[in-house]
């Protein structure tokens, strides 16, 4: 589809946006739900996926080939007067950073629920994510036409697990044969006396309208209720926004997308009971060197505050940066000062730059519509900003603003790559750098102790759609390897030892003898040296040499590629000659005393350990205690927080046992759990790890 197919809608004053994530588990139906909400705004012309002519919101390639939403998918359209943009998040653990950003993005969350799949933890753990980021929510139950549908049922488990203020606001009507015919609102009042399931209704409307007046701003309201005056639909739907943008009530509504049924109510009512930018209110602020910053207002006139949501890259236009403008207006060829702090321990560095905005454009998906200006509240997209990173900070040059930067999970799951050619390796880092540009859940990182190029990804998922965008995207081929754990040695016992280099070859030769002592040190006290040699054996100005070459074999290892670590090394005795002793004679000398050493003394493989600390609900605390004895772990603790339902597992753990331990705990926390670590040191390796090559 051409870009400038289909017109943009009108900058829009704050109070006439609503800008709303759509929430749920994978297969709940969110992306459908959003393009039969297109569709039902004229902003498509049909419902379909990857049709010839129409825009999908899944529109990224990965995507198209999956057919499932792994990025954040972006749309804005029109109804009634209203600017609504839909931000439809992926419902896969692994996006959990796509998700973030929508929410970032957004002023309320859309929960899709399907009446097959119903409510599971998943759901309830999202749930719980917004609600502690005061996120206002809505429920909207999917998929009431297919079969195995139960649409009572799951608004009861949205009732029983999402907790208090969930209230249905439709009841479903159905026609012969039990299909489902159309929605029945409980706003209105019944007076047909032969409707099925009348008594039920009354009894649903009456719950729907105390927990909307609860939350009244009028004091009078529930008094005429309660007096028996019937209230207007205008006057709970007024009051029904309140309590929405509150947090406090969670309407459910029912929509069967295919067939058109609850699509435009649910539009009418995010319109009329959704928070506009004004009333959820925007982030806090400071000046980029760490200096307050007077509070942000979602005002037009005052100074220009956005931020970068979601970084992509357009074959043709480049770079393109989605924004969501908190204060001020956002014109095209503006200057604008790029700050990017507190991203640095997930290895995006501090940076600040100032630049000049291209064109500024409404998203459809993936087509971008020429707007002459954004406005506070809005959604856009810009480009040619070539440093601006996810989660980076657009102001005003002359008054810069730093937004903090949301809470991502830090990516536990290592993938080691390598390239697959010579070309592929000149252009692999380039591409990984744009990688880590958009997605600040990724940390590429070159391991220091094994040389490895491992990509740190969110989960196995999260890592097969990286290595399919390095080769489709930015046409890299990489092979991925086993992820290495560093083993290292230490010595299995004291020792003393004789290095001797001896060697003549006409002229000066090289004569260095050195005597060594060594014994194991206390776990994690490295490497140390001293030196007790009595009468002048080993002249002083070698003593540094025999350090240099004893640290130097020592890093190198003795085994393989093993250091030995965690010795402490005594210099007894030795001798030197008058001209051919030198600084390297030593050097090696010391060196070959720790080969001997180790010939002597014996090794012993030690292998890294790390502290974990694991976060699941207090019902799946077993599963994962019994997983991690089976990885030879060691609990030491456990921390229950009532208020949250969550538990704590503190245990110690061999790295090695870490490696897939992310989709473990996914899969026996159906989740909802998460871990983060620490390294804790070295502990004797079990024979049957060392018999793998290193």
């Not at 859940?441 to 890592?463: F, K, N, P």
């Not at 989740?671 to 983060?676: A, Q, V």
Request: aromatic residues 2%; charged residues 25%; contains cysteine.
């Amino acid at each position: 589809m051409p870009r400038d197919a289909v017109p943009a809608p009108a900058p829009r004053e704050p109070a006439q946006v609503r800008n709303v994530a759509l929430v749920g588990r994978a297969g709940a139906g969110k992306t459908t739900l959003a393009e039969a909400l297109l569709v039902a705004t004229g902003a498509l012309p049909r419902m379909g996926r990857v049709e010839e002519g129409s825009t999908c919101l899944d529109s990224d390639d990965v995507e198209v080939r999956q057919q499932r939403s792994v990025t954040l998918g972006v749309a804005t359209v029109e109804h009634a007067g209203t600017r609504i943009t839909l931000l439809d998040t992926p419902g896969s653990p692994d996006f959990v950073g796509e998700l973030r950003a929508g929410l970032r993005a957004a002023d309320a969350a859309l929960f899709v629920v399907s009446a097959v799949g119903g409510v599971d933890a998943a759901t309830v753990a999202l749930w719980e994510e917004c609600a502690a980021v005061g996120m206002p929510r809505a429920v909207v139950v999917t998929q009431l036409d297919r079969a195995r549908a139960d649409v009572e049922e799951t608004v009861r488990l949205c009732k029983q697990e999402l907790g208090d203020g969930v209230a249905p606001l439709h009841l479903v009507a159905r026609g012969p044969g039990g299909s489902v015919s159309g929605l029945v609102s409980l706003l209105e009042p019944h007076v047909d006396d032969d409707t099925p399931g009348l008594e039920e209704a009354d009894r649903l409307r009456a719950e729907l309208i105390e927990g909307v007046i609860g939350e009244s701003e009028d004091e009078t309201l529930m008094d005429r209720y309660l007096a028996g005056e019937e209230l207007s639909v205008a006057d709970l739907v007024a009051d029904l926004e309140t309590a929405v943008a509150r947090g406090s009530f969670h309407p459910v509504l029912c929509v069967a997308p295919l067939a058109g049924i609850g699509v435009t109510e649910l539009l009418d009512l995010l319109v009329a009971a959704f928070p506009s930018p004004c009333e959820h209110g925007c982030p806090p602020v400071t000046r980029p060197d760490g200096r307050p910053a007077p509070a942000l207002t979602c005002d037009p006139g005052g100074p220009l505050v956005a931020e970068v949501v979601k970084t992509t890259t357009d074959p043709y236009l480049g770079r393109v940066s989605l924004l969501r403008v908190f204060s001020g207006t956002l014109t095209p060829d503006t200057p604008v000062h790029v700050s990017g702090h507190g991203g640095a321990e997930r290895g995006h560095p501090d940076h600040d730059a100032d630049e000049r905005v291209g064109a500024v454009s409404s998203p459809l998906g993936a087509v971008l519509r020429p707007v002459a200006s954004a406005p506070a509240g809005d959604v856009c997209a810009v480009v040619r900003l070539t440093s601006a990173e996810t989660g980076d900070t657009l102001s005003s040059p002359g008054d810069p603003r730093l937004v903090p930067p949301w809470e991502l999970p830090v990516p536990q799951h290592p993938v080691a790559v390598e390239a697959a050619s010579r070309s592929d390796e000149d252009r692999l880092g380039p591409a990984l750098a744009r990688l880590a540009a958009e997605d600040p859940t990724l940390r590429v990182e070159r391991s220091r102790d094994t040389g490895q190029l491992l990509l740190w990804c969110v989960g196995e998922a999260h890592g097969e759609v990286l290595l399919e965008r390095l080769r489709t995207r930015h046409g890299v081929a990489v092979t991925t390897v086993p992820v290495r754990v560093p083993m290292v040695e230490t010595l299995a016992g004291p020792a003393r030892a004789t290095g001797r280099l001896v060697k003549q070859s006409g002229g000066h030769g090289q004569y260095a003898v050195v005597v060594v002592e060594a014994e194991p040190g206390p776990p994690g006290s490295g490497i140390s040296f001293e030196q007790r040699v009595v009468g002048g054996a080993v002249p002083s100005q070698y003593h540094g040499s025999v350090e240099k070459g004893i640290r130097a074999q020592a890093a190198k290892g003795v085994n393989g590629d093993r250091p030995l670590v965690d010795v402490r090394f005594v210099l007894v005795d030795g001798k030197a000659h008058s001209v051919d002793s030198s600084d390297a004679a030593f050097q090696s000398a010391g060196a070959l005393a720790v080969r001997e050493l180790a010939a002597a003394a014996g090794t012993r493989v030690l292998e890294p350990w790390c502290e974990v600390e694991v976060v699941v609900p207090a019902e799946h605390v077993g599963a994962v205690m019994s997983d991690l004895s089976a990885r030879r772990a060691r609990v030491t603790g456990s921390d229950a927080d009532p208020t949250r339902d969550r538990t704590t597992v503190r245990a110690e753990v061999p790295e090695v046992e870490l490696l897939g331990y992310a989709g473990a705990l996914r899969s026996v926390s159906h989740g909802t759990g998460s871990f983060g670590r620490r390294p804790l040191g070295h502990e004797p390796a079990p024979a049957s790890l060392v018999a793998v090559p290193a």
